[in-house]
């Protein structure tokens, strides 16, 4: 049972949160922050719960229309090796993908974390034009 209890917490210390746009990517780990979108004029803004982490445990991804925010919440150091009598918070990787309605530009997404809520401002690019006049050049023979 030693083992087992070592080889587990091995695993959890090693763990790697990989990209959720990883090829091939299994789902990862219990822990779902929730979340909430709003649409504003001009822009989205994602908010996310993550309470008890750094920015650091924090990853934000941008690939075409969709934002990815993953990371871990690691169990507090003074934690480790001790047996929980209870446990109902939860530990690991986690991962949330939001599909937005439009193309992302990602140099334009801010980010910054306050009392655990994660705040992703998205602006809205500006409409490209649909229609537009073409001119005809003139050729003489």
Same mark, same amino acid.
């Given at each position: 049972?030693?083992?087992?209890?070592?080889?587990?917490?091995?695993?959890?210390?090693?763990?790697?949160?990989?990209?959720?746009?990883?090829?091939?990517?299994? &789902?990862?780990?219990?822990? &779902?922050?929730?979340?909430?979108?709003?649409?504003?004029?001009?822009?989205?803004?994602?908010?996310?719960?993550?309470?008890?982490?750094?920015?650091?445990?924090?990853?934000?991804?941008?690939?075409?229309?969709?934002?990815?925010?993953?990371?871990?919440?690691?169990?507090?150091?003074?934690?480790v090796g001790a047996a929980f009598q209870s446990m109902e918070r939860f530990y690991g990787c986690f991962s949330r993908r939001f599909a937005l309605p439009m193309e992302i530009d990602p140099s334009s997404v801010e980010a910054r974390m306050r009392a655990g809520l994660l705040h992703v401002l998205v602006p809205k690019r500006p409409p490209k034009p649909e229609n537009r006049n073409i001119a005809i050049s003139f050729e003489e023979e």
């Open positions: 049972m030693e083992c087992l209890k070592e080889d587990m917490k091995r695993l959890v210390e090693d763990s790697v949160c990989p990209s959720p746009f990883a090829a091939g990517l299994k &789902r990862l780990g219990q822990f &779902r922050p929730l979340a909430d979108v709003v649409e504003t004029a001009g822009g989205f803004l994602i908010l996310v719960e993550l309470p008890g982490l750094e920015r650091e445990d924090v990853s934000l991804e941008v690939h075409g229309s969709e934002l990815a925010v993953f990371g871990e919440r690691k169990p507090p150091a003074e934690l």
